[in-house]
């Protein structure tokens, strides 16, 4: 089993339309989560980090649910620019040690 | 500020040879890390330094793969032999801090093994 879980998708939405993503993590232990964004042939770029309370930027929401072990990622009011790949990342302990997990990304086309 | 530096941002060799990638981290950044990303796929972690030790090496395949960080700045990943398996693109990120700080990714460097 995958450690971060993540509808490849592609989600081809309207532009003005919300979507919704989400993200399973198999780690309990996890500590901090995020969401990235790449765009094609591009790196990755934080878009948000994801608080316990959720936290909201601009047309962009993001949840965590500790107890089902999943995140989410709103988006209201698409625009052609949100057109990408939005990574789930989660920071795993094993140990002592603490790294990123990536999930493998859900695609995202906003159509006009 | 300059972000992370990578070169070459594309390589072409035919299996067997060998081929280095180096990347320079955002100045300040104490922690670098190398990943691996297949098409479709999610970045894979491949080693995280901490300065010039690498704190985790353990999906690095060390067989083949060698990286170094030698005075805790720049590094550089080799590969060699290179296998067909090994056609991705290879990412260096960097982060002030270890754990949960943001990671500042570099443009990657497009490997293609024929």
């Known amino acids: 089993r995958k450690e971060v879980e993540q509808d490849p998708g592609p989600f081809n939405v309207p532009e003005g339309a919300t979507v919704a993503f989400n993200c399973t993590y198999s780690n309990s232990a996890s500590q901090s989560f995020f969401w990235y964004r790449q765009d094609c042939r591009k790196e990755p770029k934080l878009l948000m980090s994801?608080?316990?309370s959720g936290n909201e930027d601009g047309r962009f929401t993001a949840q965590l649910n500790r107890a089902s072990q999943y995140i989410s990622l709103l988006i209201r009011d698409s625009k052609l620019s949100d057109s990408a790949t939005y990574l789930c990342?989660?920071?795993?302990?094993?140990?002592?040690?603490?790294?990123?997990?990536f999930g493998s990304g859900t695609q995202l086309t906003v159509l006009p | 500020e300059a972000g992370v530096v990578q070169s070459p941002r594309y390589k072409i060799i035919e299996k067997k040879q060998p081929v280095a990638f180096w990347c320079n981290p955002i100045?300040?950044?104490?922690?670098l890390y190398w990943y691996r990303q297949n098409l479709g796929q999610g970045p894979e972690l491949l080693i995280r330094?901490?300065?010039?030790?690498?704190?985790?090496d353990s999906q690095l395949p060390k067989d083949r793969f060698s990286a170094e960080r030698l005075k805790g700045v720049d590094s550089t990943l080799k590969i060699q032999p290179a296998e067909l398996g090994d056609s991705a693109v290879y990412l260096c990120?960097?982060?002030?801090?270890?754990?949960?700080?943001?990671?500042?990714f570099g443009p990657g460097t497009r490997l293609t093994v024929l």
């Open positions: 990120a960097s982060s002030r801090l270890a754990g949960g700080e943001e990671q500042f």
């Open positions: 990342v989660v920071n795993e302990r094993e140990g002592s040690a603490r790294q990123l997990t």
């Open positions: 100045s300040g950044h104490n922690t």
């Open positions: 330094y901490e300065n010039e030790e690498a704190v985790d």
């Open positions: 994801v608080y316990s």
